[in-house]
């Protein structure tokens, strides 16, 4: 790294090595950035049309979904240099979790990912249930993959409503997601007591079984939001201003996805096919038929395509399943709530949340708090990649990628 | 050609502005603070202790035993243990919390607490009302505020509250059961032992059946 420098001297702006300058606010520790900034610099003494810009965005500003902070260096309006802070919302999550019990992280994990917890917990759950070998009955099997289903479709409904206000679609489109993402988020609360922290999966199964009508309720949510996904297709995805927009715009390649660990739907819009519930076969996704979308272009567009198309077939999931759901208990009557030591050892367990893989890294010491807990947050990997499909466009683009992304900063940060 | 992608845009927003007007399924808000929206059955917001007799603080089921205070994941809960002893709702001596306080502003309503307690004593409320305008002492609720009767709960939480019923209904007719067979087998023993003079050898009185009998029959429902 190299030595912070002091703004005020003009002597020490960027002065280079071949003798030229230009203007950077702090930090000359832009290492990798020496050829873009080498091609814009101006000879000392000359006008001031070139020159570079370095913009904080964030972490107030609206479009950072979050305390999330962009750190751009701007051509006029084209984007050179982009570095992601993040860190503004650490609580220190793994670090808490090593210090209570393996129930009391629980309610933490909703916390992560605030718009999924439900997926949250189920991956919590699953590393637990590998590391202490519990079964869990084959109800709370069905109600884990159908409350996993219905936070998908949550998620992904919010994500184009989110995506769509950062391209400048004040409201309309938001509105509409959040109209039927409250029918979703009724069911949720119906079943586990919140809204979205929900708190909801248990080791060895699920807290509770589900109220009396419950299925009913669900079922019929599921039977009519295909017709919410018509209206808002016929809404947006053939707009030729969202088509402008957004094709062509943040570049992804397959070959960079892969290398950089991109999971999820936006390895799956760089036509990757690589789905873990393919992939795993965790739960009972085996039992039931589904296809993978894949994109081929690898840009926004792909991306927020792929949302819509998962969906459909989340909703194909979920219209058997709710059918099939057998009667039974929802927990392994072994699976004990206080005083709950797995034996020594180590697990790992991933699912396919919304926004990608979703892993809980455990290793135990028998005594009641793990010895070490680790996250593997699909946001945060997802968005290491941000700069390289940001460069060489505008500044309105880069907004639109970090939109495409789907990040949390709860789960970022953690 | 270039627009009808637009124009169909348009379209929808038109159905959902004049839908708005008759359709409930396109205008779903409510006007809060006038209207409102029926609380679900098993919605949590804010733990309460559960009492069963007129007097909250004497028929407390919370027995001080501070297995909530150690479970909750944020540590919001403040427990202090009585020096005495008082009889339970099936007659067994019990402590009770001298003092039980909760900070509102740590609690994340997990409900953690809730499924610990093993004596039904901490449940979650539905009221989420819950703003103070004393930031200080207002957050920090004791057990005077905490303490909602057992009807109340049947009120919330039907369900739930009858499932917690028949198991303390169990409790109850067990610790009965067991106070009967152990006085017999007093009985028996202090007859076997005083061979022929058996009415002087049962006349101390069995001791945990009769305060057991007196309250036992208050929380079964």
């Given at each position: 790294?190299?030595?912070?420098?002091?703004?005020?001297?003009?002597?020490?702006?960027?002065?280079?090595?071949?003798?030229?300058?230009?203007?950077?606010?702090?930090?000359?520790?832009?290492?990798?950035?020496?050829?873009?900034?080498?091609?814009?610099?101006?000879?000392?003494?000359?006008?001031?049309?070139?020159?570079?810009?370095?913009?904080?965005?964030?972490?107030?500003?609206?479009?950072?979904?979050?305390?999330?902070?962009?750190?751009?260096?701007?051509?006029?309006?084209?984007?050179?240099?982009?570095?992601?802070?993040?860190?503004?919302?650490?609580?220190?999550?793994?670090?808490?979790?090593?210090?209570?019990?393996?129930?009391?992280?629980?309610?933490?994990?909703?916390?992560?990912?605030?718009?999924?917890?439900?997926?949250?917990?189920?991956?919590?759950?699953?590393?637990?249930?590998?590391?202490?070998?519990?079964?869990?009955?084959?109800?709370?099997?069905?109600?884990?993959?159908?409350?996993?289903?219905?936070?998908?479709?949550?998620?992904?409904?919010?994500?184009?409503?989110?995506?769509?206000?950062?391209?400048?679609?004040?409201?309309?489109?938001?509105?509409?997601?959040?109209?039927?993402?409250?029918?979703?988020?009724?069911?949720?609360?119906?079943?586990?007591?919140?809204?979205?922290?929900?708190?909801?999966?248990?080791?060895?199964?699920?807290?509770?079984?589900?109220?009396?009508?419950?299925?009913?309720?669900?079922?019929?949510?599921?039977?009519?939001?295909?017709?919410?996904?018509?209206?808002?297709?016929?809404?947006?995805?053939?707009?030729?201003?969202?088509?402008?927009?957004?094709?062509?715009?943040?570049?992804?390649?397959?070959?960079?996805?892969?290398?950089?660990?991109?999971?999820?739907?936006?390895?799956?819009?760089?036509?990757?096919?690589?789905?873990?519930?393919?992939?795993?076969?965790?739960?009972?996704?085996?039992?039931?038929?589904?296809?993978?979308?894949?994109?081929?272009?690898?840009?926004?567009?792909?991306?927020?395509?792929?949302?819509?198309?998962?969906?459909?077939?989340?909703?194909?999931?979920?219209?058997?399943?709710?059918?099939?759901?057998?009667?039974?208990?929802?927990?392994?009557?072994?699976?004990?709530?206080?005083?709950?030591?797995?034996?020594?050892?180590?697990?790992?367990?991933?699912?396919?949340?919304?926004?990608?893989?979703?892993?809980?890294?455990?290793?135990?010491?028998?005594?009641?708090?793990?010895?070490?807990?680790?996250?593997?947050?699909?946001?945060?990997?997802?968005?290491?990649?941000?700069?390289?499909?940001?460069?060489?466009?505008?500044?309105?683009?880069?907004?639109?990628?970090?939109?495409?992304?789907?990040?949390?900063?709860?789960?970022?940060?953690? | 050609?270039?627009?009808?992608?637009?124009?169909?845009?348009?379209?929808?927003?038109?159905?959902?502005?004049?839908?708005?007007?008759?359709?409930?399924?396109?205008?779903?808000?409510?006007e809060y603070p006038e209207q409102r929206i029926a609380s679900k059955e098993n919605a949590r917001q804010f733990p309460f202790l559960v009492h069963d007799?007129?007097?909250?603080?004497?028929?407390?089921?919370?027995?001080?035993?501070?297995?909530?205070?150690?479970?909750?994941?944020?540590?919001?809960?403040?427990?202090?243990?009585?020096?005495?002893?008082?009889?339970?709702?099936?007659?067994?001596?019990?402590?009770?919390?001298?003092?039980?306080?909760?900070?509102?502003?740590?609690?994340?309503?997990?409900?953690?607490?809730?499924?610990?307690?093993?004596?039904?004593?901490?449940?979650?409320?539905?009221?989420?009302?819950?703003?103070?305008?004393?930031?200080?002492?207002?957050?920090?609720?004791?057990?005077?505020?905490?303490?909602?009767?057992?009807?109340?709960?049947?009120?919330?939480?039907?369900?739930?509250?009858?499932?917690?019923?028949?198991?303390?209904?169990?409790?109850?007719?067990?610790?009965?059961?067991?106070?009967?067979?152990?006085?017999?087998?007093?009985?028996?023993?202090?007859?076997?032992?005083?061979?022929?003079?058996?009415?002087?050898?049962?006349?101390?009185?069995?001791?945990?059946?009769?305060?057991?009998?007196?309250?036992?029959?208050?929380?079964?429902?």
């Open positions: 790294m190299t030595a912070p420098v002091d703004t005020s001297d003009p002597k020490q702006l960027g002065a280079d090595t071949d003798g030229t300058q230009f203007m950077t606010f702090h930090d000359l520790a832009y290492d990798a950035g020496k050829t873009v900034f080498q091609r814009k610099a101006q000879p000392v003494g000359q006008g001031r049309e070139g020159e570079l810009l370095e913009v904080a965005m964030g972490p107030q500003h609206p479009s950072t979904h979050g305390v999330f902070r962009m750190d751009v260096v701007l051509d006029g309006e084209t984007v050179v240099k982009l570095k992601p802070v993040f860190g503004y919302l650490h609580r220190n999550h793994e670090k808490i979790a090593e210090n209570t019990s393996y129930l009391g992280s629980m309610p933490y994990t909703d916390r992560l990912d605030y718009f999924c917890s439900l997926t949250n917990n189920w991956a919590y759950a699953l590393s637990v249930e590998k590391l202490a070998g519990l079964q869990v009955p084959e109800r709370a099997e069905y109600i884990r993959l159908i409350t996993a289903e219905l936070t998908r479709v949550l998620n992904h409904t919010c994500l184009a409503g989110f995506l769509l206000q950062d391209m400048g679609a004040l409201g309309t489109p938001l509105m509409y997601a959040f109209r039927e993402r409250e029918k979703i988020l009724d069911l949720i609360e119906s079943l586990t007591g919140a809204r979205m922290m929900c708190n909801y999966m248990r080791f060895g199964g699920c807290r509770c079984d589900l109220p009396a009508g419950w299925l009913d309720e669900a079922k019929k949510v599921v039977a009519e939001y295909p017709k919410f996904l018509d209206e808002f297709d016929a809404l947006l995805s053939g707009n030729e201003i969202l088509m402008a927009r957004t094709q062509g715009v943040g570049k992804l390649s397959a070959e960079l996805a892969i290398s950089a660990g991109i999971t999820g739907p936006m390895l799956r819009a760089s036509g990757v096919d690589y789905d873990l519930r393919k992939v795993d076969n965790y739960g009972l996704y085996s039992r039931y038929p589904f296809r993978v979308p894949l994109g081929s272009h690898g840009d926004v567009y792909d991306r927020y395509m792929i949302r819509m198309l998962e969906m459909r077939e989340s909703l194909k999931i979920l219209e058997p399943a709710l059918k099939d759901i057998p009667e039974g208990p929802v927990v392994d009557p072994k699976a004990k709530l206080r005083g709950f030591r797995p034996k020594p050892g180590e697990a790992y367990g991933r699912i396919e949340s919304p926004k990608g893989e979703l892993g809980f890294y455990l290793i135990s010491d028998g005594s009641p708090n793990p010895y070490r807990y680790r996250v593997r947050p699909p946001s945060l990997i997802n968005l290491t990649i941000l700069e390289d499909m940001c460069l060489g466009q505008t500044v309105a683009d880069a907004i639109v990628t970090l939109g495409s992304v789907d990040i949390v900063l709860g789960e970022v940060d953690r | 050609m270039l627009g009808t992608g637009i124009l169909k845009g348009m379209v929808e927003t038109a159905k959902n502005f004049a839908g708005s007007y008759h359709d409930p399924e396109r205008l779903t808000t409510v007799t007129e007097d909250p603080m004497k028929g407390l089921r919370c027995v001080a035993c501070q297995i909530c205070e150690k479970e909750c994941p944020p540590q919001c809960i403040y427990i202090v243990k009585s020096k005495d002893k008082r009889a339970d709702y099936k007659g067994q001596m019990q402590f009770y919390p001298a003092t039980f306080d909760i900070d509102l502003s740590v609690c994340m309503s997990c409900q953690i607490c809730v499924e610990v307690c093993p004596f039904e004593s901490i449940k979650m409320d539905t009221e989420f009302e819950l703003s103070n305008t004393d930031r200080f002492g207002g957050l920090l609720v004791n057990k005077h505020q905490l303490a909602k009767s057992n009807e109340h709960y049947r009120k919330i939480h039907p369900t739930e509250a009858a499932a917690s019923d028949a198991v303390l209904a169990a409790e109850t007719a067990k610790a009965q059961a067991k106070a009967k067979a152990d006085a017999e087998a007093k009985a028996a023993k202090a007859a076997a032992a005083a061979g022929p003079v058996g009415a002087v050898a049962s006349a101390p009185a069995p001791k945990p059946s009769s305060p057991a009998a007196a309250t036992a029959a208050a929380p079964a429902a």
